[in-house]
T-cell receptor
């Protein structure tokens, strides 16, 4: 199993550009989440999904969009990048009946 | 007030010392995680607890549900233990899909 994969590992965007951060898991997990990690702030939940077709907002959803068309994939879209979205983004998943969390390797995003 | 508080924020130790990192939380929980993150690296789950105590090698994690408190202990610390240690909780009831994180404890172990 590859576990949770994220692409790209690094990305530089200009203000106003849009992009999609990819996240995929091969463990058939129902639950998937996106977090951002900022110095001094810890990890904060952006969006999460409890199954294909079902998503909801987390603590800091503004400026981000998600969809979950399959169990495996949970992409995060930045609609119009802003410097405040410079951060490290982590995707995570876990399965029904267990709270064991699996994290992706992260995407380091810089918006100039 | 954060729902998950960790202490200390920073900890420096000499190789071989016994280390304790504390985590207090203010909500009912379904489970608590201890996570490890090396500088510039990914996040690895060390332990998941809902009661009692777990041990893995030199690492021990305990939780007291009544007191809403957990500790992570590292025995015979080593420079490779240098990392950020993060406490995270799954809430109970309607918030049990989501993790809430502490801000982390930066541990530096000097040789």
């Amino acid at each position: 199993n590859a576990g949770v994969t994220q692409t790209p590992k690094f990305q530089v965007l200009k203000t106003g550009q849009s992009m999609t951060l990819q996240c995929a898991q091969d463990m058939n997990h129902e639950y998937m989440s996106w977090y951002r990690q900022d110095p001094g702030m810890g990890l904060r939940l952006i969006h999460y999904s409890v199954g294909a077709g079902i998503t909801d907002q987390g603590e800091v959803p503004n400026g981000y969009n998600v969809s979950r068309s399959t169990t495996e994939d949970f992409p995060l879209r930045l609609l119009s990048a802003a410097p405040s979205q410079t951060s490290v983004y982590f995707c995570a998943s876990y399965g029904t009946g267990t709270y064991e969390q699996y994290f992706g390797p992260g995407t380091r995003l810089t918006v100039t | 007030k954060n729902e998950v508080e960790q202490s200390p924020q920073n900890l420096t130790a000499q190789e071989g010392e016994f280390i304790t990192i504390n985590c207090s939380y203010s909500v009912g929980i379904s489970a608590l995680h201890w996570l490890q993150q090396h500088p510039g690296g990914g996040i690895v789950s060390l332990f998941m607890l809902s009661s009692g105590k777990k041990k893995h090698g030199r690492l021990i994690a305990t939780i007291n549900i009544q007191e809403k408190h957990s500790s992570l202990h590292i025995t015979a610390s080593h420079p490779r233990d240098s990392a950020v240690y993060i406490c995270a909780v799954f809430g109970s009831g309607g918030s049990n899909y989501k993790l809430t994180f502490g801000k982390g404890t930066l541990l530096t172990v000097n040789p």
